[in-house]
């Protein structure tokens, strides 16, 4: 609207998208806290090989939650940064997530992995899938050298989602290991601000990092293919962390 209406073509100021991200995450957090699928579950926390809560943060679980959202929102935003990158590991992500939710969903089988049980969670399965095979169809496009773009409404909403499913399912720490390149993506930019801000030196030639192996000499499509290998590695890490005895 601001763009094509206004004819503004600087958008929304980066300290109002922050705020209204942060909102949207409080309203999706409070929605989930009141109305939960497992009230016994809703605040908990669970930490991947470890088959038992670790934590319950009752109201601060909010918080948490929020914190959750916004950061993968913004992860998934600073990995778009190379035709095929972002789009490539968020379909390896939801897929994953998309497994965790049908095994979250089904009782039995949840009591056998020893995860928690979250009622309807199956149900998430197949928007999961569509959104994995959306993320393909989308990837045929956008593949180096890419025809269609993303942008930060394709970014910042396909990581918004991707951190909702994971408090959703109970998978919040589960997503640090197989979103493990959009963690390493953001930690760069953090690292490098604050290293910047603090000696005056810069840790990485640039930031998010995928552009220091830029400029380190790697061909773009290297760079992407790496990372993805690596988000897959990534995958089968975290599903590995099902207690399967």
Not at 166 to 186: N, T
Not at 188 to 209: C, E, G, W
Request: aromatic letters at 10%; proline letters at 4%.
């Amino acid at each position: 609207y601001i763009k094509s209406i206004l004819k503004k073509k600087d958008g929304i100021p980066a300290r109002l998208k922050f705020l209204l991200q942060c909102v949207s995450g409080l309203l999706i957090e409070l929605c989930i806290y009141f109305f939960p699928s497992n009230a016994k579950e809703a605040t908990t926390l669970y930490v991947p090989f470890i088959n038992r809560a670790i934590l319950d943060l009752s109201w601060v679980w909010i918080l948490f939650a929020m914190l959750v959202i916004v950061g993968s929102s913004n992860a998934v935003n600073l990995t778009d940064g190379l035709d095929g990158l972002a789009i490539g590991t968020v379909t390896i992500v939801v897929s994953v997530l998309a497994v965790m939710a049908y095994l979250t969903g089904h009782q039995p089988i949840a009591q056998y992995l020893r995860i928690p049980y979250i009622p309807q969670a199956a149900e998430l399965t197949v928007f999961l899938s569509a959104l994995g095979g959306a993320g393909l169809g989308f990837l045929w496009f956008n593949s180096n050298p890419a025809s269609v773009f993303m942008g930060d409404t394709g970014s910042l909403a396909l990581g918004g989602i991707i951190g909702t499913v994971a408090i959703m399912i109970k998978k919040e720490f589960f997503l640090v290991i197989v979103g493990g390149i959009f963690v390493i993506e953001a930690l760069s930019v953090i690292v490098q601000v604050a290293s910047y801000k603090l000696r005056k030196k810069r840790v990485f030639k640039m930031a998010p990092i995928h552009h220091h192996f830029e400029l380190s000499g790697w061909p773009e499509q290297k760079v992407v293919v790496r990372m993805w290998i690596i988000g897959i590695i990534l995958a089968i890490l975290g599903l590995s962390s099902l207690k399967i005895l």
